[in-house]
Each structure stands twice: as structure tokens, then as C-alpha cells.
């Protein structure tokens, strides 16, 4: 398994994602241990973080665009609107902005 991006969760310490080549695998005990996450999109994922205003919101970047999560991670659903079909590579939530999020993507920011 590859591993492509992790993030730890502001709000929750001893909750971290995963996303791999595959699917993402989930922690609540600080990385001790991990389990499938069943709901992850059948994406190739490149990006992963949550954001530092909103408790329980990540995002995962990928080949196919923008997803997030409203519930720590547990289940995703599609979040890009306007983007270029290009892989996300970073993603950075901006605070303050009520839930903006910038992409770095493959075409740029």
C-alpha cells in the first residue's frame, strides 16, 4: 500500500487520516492503530487536511477533483466547483473565509 497523504485532526487529537492508493484508512487512537474507511470515493487521492475553523470538515484532493468530509472523515461527497479537470495537489482552508478552501492543483493555484 502507498501511502500519499496524512492529516491529524485540530479538533481531535487522536484522530488522523490516511489516503492511500486504494482508499484511506482512519485512526482514533493516534495512529496505534488504523481501519478501512469504507466510504472513501474510489479516487486516486493525492491530498489530505482538515480544516482549522469548522470541527469535523477535511478534504481530500485527488485526480478527480475536490472531496469532503462533514463528519471527521467518516463518509465523503463530491466538493469542486469550478475547477480544472487537473489532480489537487494541496489543499489549504482559509480562516476566516467561512469555508473557503484554496487548490493547488497540476495548472496551477
Known amino acids: 500500500m502507498i501511502i500519499?497523504?496524512?492529516a491529524a485532526d485540530p479538533f481531535a487529537p487522536s484522530r488522523a487520516l490516511a489516503a492511500a492508493v486504494g482508499g484511506s484508512w482512519e485512526s482514533d487512537d493516534g495512529g496505534l492503530s488504523w481501519t478501512s474507511s469504507d466510504d472513501y470515493p474510489s479516487v486516486l487521492p493525492a491530498s489530505l487536511v482538515f480544516d482549522v475553523e469548522f470541527a469535523g470538515v477535511a478534504y481530500a484532493g485527488a485526480a478527480?477533483?475536490?472531496?469532503?468530509?462533514i463528519d471527521g472523515g467518516r463518509t465523503w461527497s463530491a466538493a469542486a466547483s469550478g475547477l480544472p479537470a487537473a489532480v489537487i495537489l494541496a489543499l489549504l482552508p482559509v480562516p476566516g473565509s467561512g469555508g473557503a478552501v484554496v487548490a493547488a492543483t497540476s495548472q496551477g493555484v
Open 4 to 6: 500519499v497523504a496524512l
Open 64 to 69: 478527480q477533483g475536490v472531496w469532503k468530509s
